[in-house]
């Protein structure tokens, strides 16, 4: 098969696509024939060197990549001969070797996608989707609530927006200037500008931070008292500054999605089944899985929308 390999941390440039042995599945898992592989911010973290939170860097040369959809091709022992030849889709946890022709799972972890579901939003929804109903359980957004979305345009902010317009909550989306048209929200407001919380009007009672920085405190500041400030990311290179004397003076409470374990398969399967009822509809850009390279330089360059998605077979 043909993979994504990285041999030494750093720059997009170091993953190359190249011919690899073909993985085989021991007692236990499945071999997967993948049309799509997810792509997330952490990838690029991890390319780089850099270790996020308790994820290790991997040994080298690995091949990257967490979230898959496909075609069960081959089976290890003691698997039920039923899932051969279903289309499943998968996270695959602290391991990785997602970005690849075929990759490898235990069975427990699959999913079986409904017809009509594609590969591509399968794999938007297996790990972006799951965390944003993490985080849209952390907002407990109502009717009537004022939520501003910081990085409307990006994965988990496009799922973010539709779903509290859904729960009939009035939507602020900021992102860049390039991206607004592409923003699901009430309102649009341009983040890039020093002055942009100008442009809300009133108080906001949810804000859901991805960006994190100078943009995340200003959110912060244009919460309402007894709002909520859930935090999920810090794209920006750092968290929001919040100080325990500013949310006790604005009696505001702050904290982010809290997710055991136990919870990951549930909040799979809620958030498959939202993308295969039209609840929810990723926002994507596809690259071919050969041009892994270009598609993490331009994640980084923040020149994509939505979630990122690596086509290893032609649809």
Do not use: C
């Not at 290179?237 to 374990?261: F, K, N, Q």
């Amino acid at each position: 098969m043909n993979a994504i390999r990285l041999h030494a941390f750093g720059p997009a440039a170091n993953l190359t696509y190249e011919p690899v042995p073909d993985p085989e599945p021991r007692p236990g898992q499945v071999r997967i024939a993948v049309d799509t592989a997810g792509v997330h911010l952490i990838d690029t973290t991890i390319r780089s060197g850099r270790q996020m939170g308790p994820l290790p860097l991997p040994d080298l040369p690995a091949i990257p990549g967490r979230e898959v959809a496909g075609t069960v091709d081959a089976l290890g022992d003691g698997v039920d001969p039923a899932w051969l030849g279903r289309r499943v889709v998968a996270h695959l946890g602290v391991a990785s070797a997602g970005y690849a022709e075929l990759a490898v799972r235990e069975v427990e972890h699959l999913h079986a996608l409904p017809d009509g579901l594609p590969a591509d939003v399968a794999v938007a929804m297996i790990g972006t989707g799951r965390t944003a109903m993490a985080i849209l359980d952390a907002a407990r957004i109502a009717v009537g609530d004022v939520v501003l979305v910081t990085a409307a345009a990006g994965g988990l902010g496009a799922l973010l927006s539709q779903a509290a317009r859904r729960a009939g909550a009035t939507v602020i989306g900021a992102a860049g200037p390039a991206k607004l048209d592409r923003v699901t929200a009430d309102v649009r407001v341009d983040y890039t500008r020093p002055d942009w919380t100008d442009a809300i009007e009133g108080d906001v009672t949810v804000v859901l931070d991805g960006v994190g920085g100078a943009a995340g405190r200003a959110a912060f500041e244009r919460l309402a008292r007894g709002g909520r400030h859930v935090l999920y990311g810090w794209s920006s290179g750092e968290m929001t500054p919040v100080t325990t004397a500013d949310i006790v003076a604005r009696s505001v409470t702050v904290g982010s999605a809290l997710v055991r374990p136990g919870d990951l398969r549930a909040l799979e399967e809620r958030a498959l089944a939202a993308a295969a009822d039209g609840t929810l509809t990723p926002l994507l850009t596809r690259f071919p899985l050969a041009e892994a390279a270009a598609a993490h330089a331009a994640l980084e360059a923040r020149e994509t929308i939505g979630k990122v998605v690596l086509l290893a077979r032609t649809p």
